[in-house]
Antibody
Framework: EVQLVQSGAEVKKPGESLKISCKGS????????IGWVRQMPGKGLEWMGI????????AYSPSFQGQVTISADRSIGTAYLQWNSLKASDTAMYYC?????????????WGQGTMVTVSS | DIQMTQSPSSLSASVGDRVTITCRAS??????LNWYQQKPGTAPKLLIY???YLQSGVPSRFSGSGSGTDFTLTITNLQPEDFATYYC??????????FGQGTKVEIK
């Protein structure tokens, strides 16, 4: 079964750092891009950025460029989303999703989401 | 960046109704337009890709149409499990691949 499994919920204080993960299984991890999507409480989906694990090529939305870092470790089939200094406004659900560039060109498999709460 | 605008933002409908949601891009995206369904507390699910291709396992009452800047998601014979929020997303050319703001389909 193709799946993406994300790390568990996090509660952090403003200014702290955080790295959440997304592990792929059931498919060739390096053949698909992995994207990250933010959903703030009660709000819509926001496309944050994407990585191609085979070469670690990345692309970010201008809204998130410089605010987060997307990385991947292809040896363990895992992608990451990282913050160096969290803000209260980073409180949200974060989803990873698989993107096939050729053919479908869409997010066809999604992780279950990681809830990040930033509060003093 | 390409901006995606959905209308309406919400709608009320009854079981058995035909529902139409539109999505407009700020510039042409060819047919690189996808539709997702999200139910409360769950991850989004891909319904339609490349404007009109039905993702495997998605009921045929869902259909997509359009190209360029104007797209439509149609649900015929609305079922109880279809009450959810629907998002369009463009995946044209280079990132970012933006989402629309969502359309919430509620029970009348």
């Amino acid at each position: 079964e193709v799946q993406l499994v994300q790390s568990g919920a996090e509660v952090k204080k403003p200014g702290e750092s955080l790295k959440i993960s997304c592990k792929g299984s059931g498919y060739t991890f390096t053949s698909y891009w992995i994207g990250w999507v933010r959903q703030m409480p009660g709000k819509g989906l926001e496309w944050m950025g994407i990585i191609y694990p085979d070469k670690s090529d990345t692309a970010y939305s201008p809204s998130f460029q410089g605010q987060v870092t997307i990385s991947a470790d292809r040896s363990i089939g895992t992608a990451y989303l990282q913050w160096n200094s969290l803000k209260a406004s980073d409180t949200a659900m974060y989803y990873c999703a698989r993107h096939a560039m050729r053919g479908m060109n869409a997010f066809d498999v999604w992780g279950q989401g990681t809830m990040v709460t930033v509060s003093s | 960046d390409i901006q995606m605008t959905q209308s309406p933002s919400s709608l009320s409908a009854s079981v058995g109704d035909r529902v139409t949601i539109t999505c407009r891009a700020s510039q042409s995206v060819g047919n690189s337009l996808n539709w997702y369904q999200q139910k409360p507390g769950t991850a989004p699910k891909l319904l339609i890709y490349a404007a009109f291709y039905l993702q495997s396992g998605v009921p045929s009452r869902f259909s997509g149409s359009g190209s360029g800047t104007d797209f439509t998601l149609t649900i015929t014979n609305l079922q109880p499990e279809d009450f959810a929020t629907y998002y369009c997303q463009q995946s044209y050319s280079t990132p970012p691949w933006t989402f629309g703001q969502g359309t919430k389909v509620e029970i009348k």
